[in-house]
């Protein structure tokens, strides 16, 4: 099993950055996809998730507007496409999978830091 993301990097304030996440090893239609981040002495936090055969979606109210979550089945990837960047966005940004049906299996990936900075 991998999660592999990319995409992380340093953006001045209001810019824009787009993360990827390629999965395998699993079947991608049967995980709920989630981001999370985490920032230095902060718990981590979950961002956004992507479930269903429709794609739900869902955000933190600190990234609803901003933040936008969607997944190619095809190619096994979620994405996170960030926009209005704040300096308080910077974090290392975690893919997880999380298993629809019993045993709930979670998967995590390895992390991308974003720095938003001037």
């Known amino acids: 099993v991998q999660l592999v993301e990319s995409g992380g990097g340093l953006v001045q304030p209001g810019g824009s950055l787009r993360l990827s996440c390629a999965a395998s090893g699993f079947t991608f239609g049967s995980y709920a996809m989630k981001w999370y981040r985490q920032a230095p002495g902060k718990e981590r936090e979950l961002v956004a998730v992507?479930?269903?055969?429709?794609?739900?979606?869902n955000y933190a109210d600190s990234v609803k507007g901003r933040f936008t979550i969607s997944r190619d089945r095809a190619k096994s990837t979620v994405y996170l496409q960030m926009n209005s960047l704040k300096p308080e966005d910077t974090a290392v940004y975690y893919c997880n999978a999380h298993g629809y049906y019993y045993p709930y299996d979670d998967y995590w990936g390895q992390g991308t830091q974003v720095t938003v900075s001037s």
């Open positions: 992507i479930i269903g055969a429709g794609g739900s979606t």
